[in-house]
Nanobody, 124 residues
Framework: QVQLVESGGGSVQTGGSLRLSCSVSGYTYNNSWRAWFRQAPGKEREGVAAISTGGSTFYADSVKGRFTLSLDSAANTVYLQMNSLKPEDTAMYYC??????????????????WGQGTQVTVSS
């Protein structure tokens, strides 16, 4: 079965940077997607960024220009480089992967594999 493990979370000050990583083990379909979601206390989980094995990307408006996704296909690891962090970015960040392939970013319900999450805290 596919398993995902996140790492790289931590506490930083406003304007700082972090790089999250998500290693994926197990079989995945071609054109599958890897994504980062986040959830702050009392709020709904939201999609942050996503990347397909074909190189397509999606970024939430709130993180465009600050966050960058990359995929190391050989290592089957997705990275989320987070720069210019803001307190509003504070949340638990989850890595997710789809079970099937898609030509465009799928909805959250299409992500069948999830990691346990890594906490990101940004202070003023």
């Amino acid at each position: 079965q596919v398993q995902l493990v996140e790492s790289g979370g931590g506490s930083v000050q406003t304007g700082g940077s972090l790089r999250l990583s998500c290693s994926v083990s197990g079989y995945t379909y071609n054109n599958s997607w890897r994504a980062w979601f986040r959830q702050a206390p009392g709020k709904e989980r939201e999609g942050v960024a996503a990347i397909s094995t074909g190189g397509s990307t999606f970024y939430a408006d709130s993180v465009k220009g600050r966050f960058t996704l990359s995929l190391d296909s050989a290592a089957n690891t997705v990275y989320l480089q987070m720069n210019s962090l803001k307190p509003e970015d504070t949340a638990m960040y989850y890595c997710a992967a789809t079970k099937l392939g898609y030509s465009r970013p799928p909805k959250e319900s299409s992500y069948g594999y999830w990691g346990q999450g890594t906490q990101v805290t940004v202070s003023s």
